[in-house]
C-alpha cells in the first residue's frame, strides 16, 4: 500500500494519482493543507524537506519529487507501461515530465498566484502589510516575483513572460502529436509525458484560460482524449470541491479577457 501526501489542488499530486490510477496501484491519501501551510509543518518537513506536495512512502521508504515517483511507481508495479523501451523513445519521452518540472510548472505558478492568490491576498491585507510580508521573505528571487505580481498583476513583465513560456510550450506540445499523429505524444502509448502534462491543462481550463490552446488543433484533440480516460475522471471529477472549482471559474473568467490581449501582443 502506497502513502500518497497530496493535496486536492495541487498539479504536482495530480501527475501521481494518474499513475497510481493508471496501474490500479492501491493506495492511501493523506490530505496536506497548502491553505493551513501543513506542507511547512516540522512533520512534513521531515518526510519531504523542499516543503512541497506530493510525497509517497512505499514499503517504509520516502520517496519525493512527483516525476520521479512516477519513474519509481512504473518500474515497481504491474500495469500498463508508462515509459517506453527503447531508449531513443524513452529519452524523447523523458523531455516532457523536465519541461513540465523546470518550465511549465514556475510559469503556471505565475499565472495562478495572479488569478487566485492575488486577489484573496489583497482582500485580507492591506498594501502596507503585504510590503512588509514580502520584505521578509527569506527567498529573495521568490519575494521580488510575489511583489510584482501583487502590485502590478498582468501588467508585471513576469507575468508576460510566465504566458510566453506556456503558449511556446504548448506550441511545441502540438508540434510534437503532429508529428508522432497521436493519440499520444509518443504515438500509440500512453506514458508519463502524457501523464505530466495533463494536470497544467486542467489547472488552464479550470481558471477559463483554455484559449491559450484553442487554436492548437492537435494539441486540442489530445486533451479531449486525455479528458475520456478512466484515470483523468478520477482526478477532476472526484477530487477537485465544486466551491473551490466555483471560485477558480469566476477569479479566471475576469482575468481571461486580460489574458487574451497579451497573447495577441505577444504573437505566438
Ligand atoms: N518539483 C516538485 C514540485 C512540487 C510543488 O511545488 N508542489 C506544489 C503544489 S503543486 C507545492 O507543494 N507548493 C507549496 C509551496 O510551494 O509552498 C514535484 O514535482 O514534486
Same mark, same amino acid.
Do not use: F, N
Given at each position: 500500500m502506497i502513502e500518497f501526501y497530496q493535496a486536492q489542488t495541487s498539479t504536482n499530486s495530480g501527475k501521481v494519482r494518474l499513475v497510481l490510477e493508471e496501474k490500479q496501484i492501491p493506495y492511501r491519501e493523506i490530505d496536506i493543507s497548502l491553505e493551513k501551510a501543513?506542507?511547512?509543518?516540522? *512533520?512534513?518537513?521531515?518526510l519531504n524537506p523542499n516543503g512541497v506536495?506530493?510525497?509517497?512512502?512505499? *514499503?517504509?521508504h520516502v520517496l519525493i519529487e512527483s516525476s520521479l515517483i512516477n519513474e519509481y511507481l512504473n518500474e515497481v508495479f504491474d500495469g500498463p507501461d508508462l515509459v517506453p523501451d527503447d531508449p531513443l523513445s524513452k529519452g524523447c519521452?523523458?523531455?516532457w515530465p523536465l519541461l513540465v518540472d523546470i518550465k511549465l510548472h514556475p510559469a503556471t505558478w505565475v499565472i495562478t498566484y495572479t488569478t487566485l492568490t492575488r486577489p484573496a491576498k489583497s482582500a485580507a491585507k492591506s498594501d502596507e502589510d503585504l510590503k512588509s510580508e514580502f520584505a521578509a521573505m527569506k527567498d529573495l528571487s521568490r519575494s521580488q516575483l510575489m511583489s510584482s505580481l501583487q502590485f502590478d498583476g498582468v501588467r508585471s513583465p513576469s507575468f508576460s513572460a510566465a504566458l510566453q513560456t506556456i503558449r511556446l510550450s504548448f506550441r511545441s506540445l502540438d508540434q510534437a502529436l503532429g508529428e508522432s499523429g497521436g493519440p499520444w505524444i509518443l504515438g500509440d502509448q500512453y506514458t508519463l509525458a502524457d501523464v505530466a502534462l495533463s494536470p497544467w491543462l486542467m489547472r488552464f481550463e479550470n481558471i477559463m484560460c483554455s484559449g491559450i490552446w484553442s487554436d492548437?488543433?492537435?494539441?486540442?484533440a489530445w486533451w479531449e482524449r486525455i479528458k475520456d480516460r478512466p484515470n483523468f475522471c478520477g482526478i477532476v471529477s472526484k477530487r477537485l470541491d465544486p466551491a473551490v472549482l466555483e471560485k477558480r471559474t469566476i477569479r479566471g473568467r475576469e482575468i481571461w479577457p486580460e489574458v487574451k490581449k497579451l497573447l495577441g501582443e505577444l504573437q505566438i
Open positions: 501543513e506542507h511547512r509543518s516540522a *512533520d512534513y518537513l521531515k506536495v506530493p510525497t509517497i512512502i512505499h *514499503d517504509g519521452m523523458r523531455y492548437l488543433d492537435d494539441l486540442q
